[in-house]
């Protein structure tokens, strides 16, 4: 697949700044921080069909909690309600919020809502891998750089009903003394967007 993929157009909705989307095949997806690389192998192993993201009656907490404090998982349960079920103990540190039981729609300012709801559709209709760069700023102007990787699961019908989201910084995240978020994403700018699918 390509970033021009036509056959499959995204939809709409990206914010002014932002990148252009990058479509990769499943095994040319190669996340840089090993927590990422970790969770990404963890999902492949998983039995899936082709096109289809692995059910999530297949997907084990007690196979990877050695990587769950730097995760957090979301239920997709409509365009704008994405109840956080999982907020993990080292994402607590970082943002100074335990987010679970959060819409993590709301975690987001109102600028930035419609471009994240049309990133998740993307994923959730392709069954994709979708991997992000951001650099993230507090209010206080402390600054660190991410990577994100969201990975689908189904339900029985096959339709994508959770999200499970690594987190990994490039540069230390400091601790929530010195990075706290106030709730929000502030000043989340997006450096790089793929997804990849069958």
Not at 104 to 126: F, I, K, Q, W
Not at 139 to 159: H, Q, S
Request: charge should be negative; glycine fraction near 6%.
């Amino acid at each position: 697949m390509s970033a021009s993929d036509p056959q499959q157009p995204v939809p709409m909705g990206k914010r002014n700044g932002n990148p252009d989307p990058v479509f990769l095949a499943h095994d040319e997806l190669k996340p840089e921080l090993s927590e990422n690389i970790a969770l990404v192998d963890y999902w492949r192993s998983l039995p899936r069909a082709p096109g289809k993201a692995p059910l999530n009656s297949d997907f084990d907490l007690l196979d990877v909690p050695h990587l769950l404090g730097a995760c957090l998982i979301l239920d997709l349960e409509g365009p704008t309600t994405w109840p956080i079920k999982l907020f993990g103990s080292d994402l607590v540190t970082h943002f100074g919020i335990d987010a679970t039981g959060l819409n993590g729609y709301d975690l987001y300012p109102p600028e930035e809502r419609e471009a994240v709801t049309t990133r998740l559709h993307t994923m959730s209709e392709r069954a994709a891998i979708m991997l992000t760069h951001s650099r993230l700023k507090n209010a206080a102007d402390v600054t660190i750089r991410t990577e994100w990787v969201f990975l689908p699961l189904a339900n029985e019908a096959g339709k994508v009903e959770r999200v499970l989201i690594s987190i990994a910084a490039f540069d230390r995240a400091t601790d929530h003394n010195t990075f706290e978020m106030n709730g929000t994403m502030n000043d989340r700018r997006l450096l790089k967007l793929v997804y990849a699918c069958d």
